[in-house]
Every structure is written in C-alpha cells, then in structure tokens.
C-alpha cells in the first residue's frame, strides 16, 4: 500500500492550500478511516482531520475546524484537505494515513493508523 500526497507549499498568512494523498496497492474498503496528520518542527505529530470512507463523516481537531474541509473521491481512491484562513500555526508537514482495523474509533492516535504516506511540506509566513 502507497499513500502519495502533494500540494504542499509556501503561502502567506490567509491563504489557502489544497493537499491531495492518493492511495495505491489497495482499493480502499467500506470500513477504512483516511486521516491527515501535521508534525511541526520540535513537536509531536497531531491530528489533522479524519473521513471514513462508505459514508464520508468527516473529524476535524479544534484547531483547524471551520477552516479545513476533508474530503474523498471514491473512483480516485484520494482524499483530500482543503486549508482556508492559513495561519503560521499552521505551518508542518501534512501526513495522509489509512486505518484499515474496523475496530475502534480513536483516530485522533496516530497508532490508529496502519499506513502513511512521506508527506508534503506547508509553510505559512505572516
């Protein structure tokens, strides 16, 4: 199983990015989770946002909700993360992931996550 993501890049404060993760080697399941995940420089990695894949329920941290959207296209096998009103908080590297265990809830855990892709640099300048 592959997860690229891409569209990572600078950009300043108040601006939008879009990050796509498209998911190979697995035609993902009714059951998967997707989730993004950000890590910034010194810091833990965090949860971003979440969506389960049959219905498209989408999670978001406190942090980013009302500014990011997640979303999925299934004939695509991709996600996405639109990220509106960037600020230079927000500046990581974003992190896609899938959770292929149909058991539990707990995706704000990074160990909830069986697969991860090599991630996409966001700077934010003010």
């Known amino acids: 199983v592959q997860l690229q993501a891409s569209g990572g890049g600078s950009v300043q404060a108040g601006g939008s990015l879009r990050l796509s993760c498209a998911v190979s080697?697995?035609?993902?399941?009714?059951?998967?989770?997707m989730g993004w995940f950000r890590q910034a420089p010194g810091k833990e990695r965090e949860f971003v946002a979440a969506?389960?894949?049959?219905?498209?329920?989408?999670y978001y941290a406190n942090s980013v909700k009302g500014r990011f959207t997640m979303s999925r296209d299934k004939s695509e096998n991709t996600v996405y993360l639109q990220m509106n009103t960037l600020k230079p908080e927000d500046t990581a590297v974003y992190y896609c992931?899938?959770?292929?265990?149909?058991?539990?809830?707990?995706?704000?855990?990074?160990?909830?996550?069986?697969?991860w892709g090599l991630g996409t640099l966001v700077t934010v300048s003010s």
């Open positions: 969506i389960t894949w049959n219905v498209g329920s989408t």
């Open positions: 080697g697995r035609t993902l399941r009714r059951t998967d989770v």
């Open positions: 992931a899938v959770d292929t265990n149909p058991y539990g809830t707990n995706w704000l855990d990074p160990e909830k996550f069986d697969y």
